[in-house]
C-alpha cells in the first residue's frame, strides 16, 4: 500500500465505515465506523511521505515499532495508544492491512 487510496479503498471495505475530512484540510482523510463515530485510521501527507494512523493495543505497540522502521509513535496523538505507518514501500502490504484491521477492531471491539 503506497498510496492514499489504496489505504481508503480498504478501510472503507470494512462494515458500517465512512470517510471523513472534519478538520477543513483536504490533507487529513479519515476512516470512522458509523456506530460510534470513532476512527480507525487517519491518513495524511507529512513531509512529502503518505502516513496512516492507527490505533494499537498497548501490549503490541513496541513490537510494530521495533520490527519497522517505518511504524512510530503516533503523530498528533496518544503516543500509548496509536501508532504512524509511514507508507513508504518497506511494510508488506498484508503487515499494513492487519494494523489497520486491528485499529478498527479495537474502536468497534469487534471479537
Not at 492514499?4 to 471495505?13: A, G
Not at 490533507?27 to 485510521?41: E, I, S
Request: aromatic share 14%.
Amino acid at each position: 500500500m503506497t498510496t492514499r487510496e489504496e489505504v481508503l479503498k480498504y478501510c472503507l471495505s470494512f462494515p458500517d465505515t465512512y470517510q471523513d475530512a472534519p478538520f477543513h484540510d483536504e490533507n487529513w482523510q479519515l476512516v470512522r465506523y458509523r456506530k460510534n463515530k470513532k476512527v480507525f485510521a487517519w491518513t495524511y501527507f507529512r513531509d512529502g511521505k503518505l502516513c496512516v494512523n492507527v490505533k494499537v493495543n498497548p501490549e503490541w505497540r513496541d513490537l510494530w515499532r521495533q520490527t519497522y522502521a517505518a511504524v512510530l509513535p503516533g503523530y498528533h496523538q496518544n503516543k500509548e495508544h496509536w501508532n504512524t505507518i509511514i507508507l513508504d514501500g518497506t511494510i508488506l502490504d498484508e503487515e499494513v492491512q492487519r494494523m489497520i484491521a486491528e485499529s478498527y477492531d479495537l474502536i468497534c471491539r469487534r471479537k
